[in-house]
């Protein structure tokens, strides 16, 4: 399996794999920061040995104010993407629609949740039955919001398979 080197996740893949008992698709990746802010809303979920809480420094909590200010994220996603920038690390985990179009103006490469367990079928992680079952309880078992049309196209992707 090649493991990608590094991440910062915001809380939402956190707390859905978490609730649909996926955290072995954590494993996917040597390193996973994450913001004081996001570790305080995932307090209640358990994290792997690969996770790290990283503070910010000054300049990058002062960027995390005015991104939350002017663009309407909330602190853990602001704080996620300042994180970014001053890890210098380009990949970045959400599932927050808002979130995502504001890092991408960071040239940020961004993910959710449903390309961690895709990722995770194709590295063998899950099966094709736990894939597809753990896609739809998305929908069904987890606070994600996410469309129905969604969960249909990342189930066909597996079926291709």
Do not use: Y
Request: charge should be positive; hydrophobic fraction near 40%; glycine fraction near 4%.
């Amino acid at each position: 399996m090649a493991k990608i080197k590094e991440a910062v996740f915001d809380a939402g893949p956190v707390i859905h794999l978490s609730e649909l008992k996926k955290q072995k698709c954590f494993s996917l990746f040597k390193k996973i920061f994450i913001s004081n802010e996001v570790s305080e809303e995932t307090k209640n979920f358990k994290k792997p040995a690969n996770f790290a809480i990283e503070g910010l420094d000054g300049k990058h909590k002062d960027i995390t104010k005015i991104i939350a200010e002017k663009h309407e994220l909330d602190l853990g996603e602001a704080s996620s993407i300042a994180l970014c920038r001053q890890k210098g690390i380009k990949l970045f985990f959400t599932d927050d629609l808002e979130a995502r179009v504001f890092a991408k103006s960071f040239e940020l490469e961004v993910h959710g949740t449903i390309a961690i367990l895709l990722r995770c079928f194709r590295e063998k992680i899950l099966s094709k039955t736990e894939t597809i079952e753990t896609l739809k309880a998305l929908k069904t078992d987890s606070s994600l919001f996410i469309t129905s049309d969604l969960i249909e196209w990342a189930v066909k992707e597996v079926k291709k398979f």
